[in-house]
């Protein structure tokens, strides 16, 4: 694919030079850049880049970048970076949890801490809470949705867009919306944002930098870039999601202090009703 638009370099427009340069200066580093970057770091426009992906043969960015990624072997499209046909189990374990772990560093690296600390001031303070997740992110804020009912804090979590914008139309100021997205660019997603801003509700925002979820919402939670979501699917990403829904928890629990504990132990107990005890367990073994 290189050699394809180097020997085709020729042929572009002016602009879309520009973005060829840029692709084989840094092709493994192009694999993980979004349209809006690739275009600043390029000094062209995003249909510059979109003309110069159809110019050489792909219908769009997106299909680009996953020709590309296979060209150089970076991974398998739309699994898992670093991943290789012939890798066996033994590689496969490797290889996923070495992403799963350096994520997760970079994100106790990364993680700001005052914007962790508006967050779960707002979240402790709010007279109800909605989690917004859509497609992997749902599965987010269903998480996060049990952790805080575990809290004792009034929540729900919305995973369809018509739900997320009947929820955000209900909020009051004193309410706040949670909303899960790596991409930070859904769109039934950022209208909900839009509806429960102007409903006056606090909206947390856990996504990647420079998202326009990150640029709209109250609190932007800004998570470390951990993959390309529009080349593979998501993995490390939801991860660290999952755990910026514990960091949350916890620091809900710390705010409530050791007076929350009786709850906490109350909530704990009742859940034992719903497991077979070892007594019962011997005695069916018996039976």
Avoid: W
Avoid at 52 to 70: D, E
């Amino acid at each position: 694919m290189l050699e394809t638009i180097a020997q085709n370099f020729d042929q572009l427009r002016p602009a879309e030079r520009k973005v060829a340069e840029f692709v084989l200066a840094d092709p493994a580093g192009f694999v993980h850049k979004s349209i809006t970057t690739v275009a600043t770091e390029a000094e062209v426009s995003e249909p510059t880049v979109l003309r110069f992906c159809r110019a050489v043969g792909y219908s769009g960015f997106q299909s680009f970048k996953i020709g590309l990624a296979g060209s150089l072997g970076a991974g398998i499209p739309y699994v898992l970076k670093g991943l290789a046909p012939e890798d066996g189990v033994e590689q496969l374990v490797e290889k996923v949890c070495g992403h799963a772990q350096k994520a997760i560093a970079d994100l106790r690296a990364g993680l700001k801490a005052d914007a962790v600390d508006q967050a779960i001031t707002s979240l402790n303070r709010a007279r109800h809470i909605e989690f917004y997740g859509a497609g992997a992110s749902g599965v987010v804020a269903k998480d996060a949705q049990h952790k805080f009912l575990r809290l004792g804090v009034p929540a729900a979590a919305y995973i369809d867009s018509h739900q997320m914008v009947i929820s955000a139309a209900s909020l009051k100021f004193d309410d706040v919306a949670v909303v899960f997205s790596h991409t930070g660019r859904s769109r039934g997603v950022l209208y909900a944002v839009e509806v429960a801003l102007g409903q006056q509700a606090t909206v947390i925002g856990v996504t990647s930098a420079e998202t326009p979820l990150a640029e709209l919402c109250s609190i932007p939670v800004v998570v470390p870039p951990s993959e390309d979501t529009g080349v593979y699917m998501p993995m490390v990403s939801r991860l660290i999601h999952l755990v910026v829904v514990d960091i949350l928890a916890a620091g809900i629990a710390l705010r409530r202090g050791p007076q929350f504990v009786p709850h906490l132990r109350r909530v704990k107990e009742k859940l034992k009703g719903l497991r077979v005890s070892e007594a019962e367990e011997k005695a069916a073994a018996v039976s």
